[in-house]
């Protein structure tokens, strides 16, 4: 029998479901054992529900698994969730309640003052805000959420900036690729030749959550970071990676060389503790004048690392610089699928073996 904890996917057939089911393929800890979709889905195997659209194949496993209700009843305890926000914000909670480890990707919940909105390399203590949650308290389940895929990339570059050097003022503008608005997403007559200078809700989720993920657990209560914070978003004709250029106004004086070193030398408790998905490097500096590029940069560390470029003075602010993230594995799944390592090492999934 295996040892694995078995997890369930909540929208397994969508984007993020699907690279869900490609990072858990072969993952050391956690096994898939339930699938959920819509009742599009519902009561079909998987091959036939989903309209797969990665390059590894389905998993022979997963492709024969009949989609389930997305219900709580013979769900598993612990729940990767990839769901719409508006679907979320009803179907978590009931999750939550029936005594599950929700790990969402969703926004529904992640502004939630007793929520967790984790990235484990930056702010992995505001777990804890778990313990005050009331579905804990009840049933033993609960939420756990991560950001945004552009938020992850910018606070995944701004984290060691703010450690070292803090930071007054942060202008951020995004080009982001199609495969951040699910499938099918935008059309192909939108976006082919194109930039969509308008993500629905985008900027304000940059913008909070950024603070959020900055900000220090106060007992149990996030201050968010005090910084000035604006971001503008675009849709561009790119399959995978988002993009964004930075400018930022720091507290201290920082030379480039020492900011360069912040960001090769950024190393936090998934490292430490060699989580599985952690990688070596969440953040790298690419010397290059005209790096990082999606195309080519995307993928680095397992599309975990974080790519930074570009960094030279800013006329308006003091420094500005390059950010490339992959959307669907640290913007998404990988996220999720690193927070709940960070929770089983912490102890918070223990009980939850199926
Ligand atoms: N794509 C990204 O880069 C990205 C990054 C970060 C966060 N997110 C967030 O992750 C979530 C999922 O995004 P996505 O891109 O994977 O979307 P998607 O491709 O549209 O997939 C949506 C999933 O939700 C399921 N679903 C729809 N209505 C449902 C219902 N009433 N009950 C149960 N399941 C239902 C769909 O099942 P059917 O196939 O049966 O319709 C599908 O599995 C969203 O909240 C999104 O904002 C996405």
Request: proline share 6%; glycine share 8%.
């Amino acid at each position: 029998m295996s040892s694995k904890l078995s997890v369930g996917i909540l929208g397994a057939t969508g984007v993020v479901g699907q690279r869900f089911i490609q990072m858990l393929e072969r993952h050391p800890w956690f096994e898939v054992a339930w699938l959920a979709a819509s009742d599009r889905s519902e009561g079909k195997t998987y091959s036939d529900a989903a309209r797969w659209r990665l390059k590894t194949p389905i998993p022979a496993n997963v492709a024969e698994m009949t989609v389930s209700p997305a219900t709580p009843e013979g769900a598993p305890k612990i729940i990767f969730a990839a769901l719409d926000a508006a679907i979320a914000a009803e179907v978590e909670p009931r999750f939550a309640e029936a005594g599950c480890a929700v790990v969402s990707n969703s926004s529904a919940l992640r502004m939630q003052s007793d929520v967790p909105l984790v990235i484990p390399e930056v702010n992995a203590g505001h777990i804890t805000l778990i313990d005050g949650q009331a579905w804990r308290k009840k049933s033993g389940g609960f939420v756990v959420t991560n950001p945004n895929c552009s938020a992850i990339g910018l606070v995944l570059a701004l984290a060691p900036l703010q450690e070292q050097f803090g930071l007054e003022a942060v202008m951020a503008v995004t080009m982001q690729a199609v495969s951040g608005a699910g499938y099918p997403g935008v059309a192909s007559l939108d976006i082919l030749g194109n930039v969509i200078p308008y993500i629905r809700n985008e900027e304000e989720k940059m913008e909070e959550e950024t603070l959020k993920l900055l900000g220090k657990l106060n007992g149990t209560k996030v201050i968010p970071a005090a910084f000035a914070m604006s971001a503008q978003c675009n849709r561009v004709a790119v399959e995978d990676g988002h993009t964004e250029s930075i400018s930022v106004r720091l507290k201290t004086k920082a030379k480039r060389e020492e900011i360069i070193t912040a960001w090769n030398d950024y190393h936090s408790e998934p490292q430490d503790l060699k989580l599985p998905s952690a990688p070596e490097h969440p953040v790298v500096y690419m010397e290059a004048t005209d790096r990082p590029q999606p195309r080519f940069d995307v993928d680095m560390g397992g599309g975990m690392t974080t790519a930074v470029g570009r960094l030279r003075p800013c006329g308006v602010l003091e420094w500005k610089f390059t950010v490339l993230s992959h959307n669907t594995i640290r913007g998404a799944a990988g996220a999720a699928v690193l927070n709940a390592e960070l929770l089983k090492a912490r102890g918070y999934l223990t009980a939850s073996k199926k």
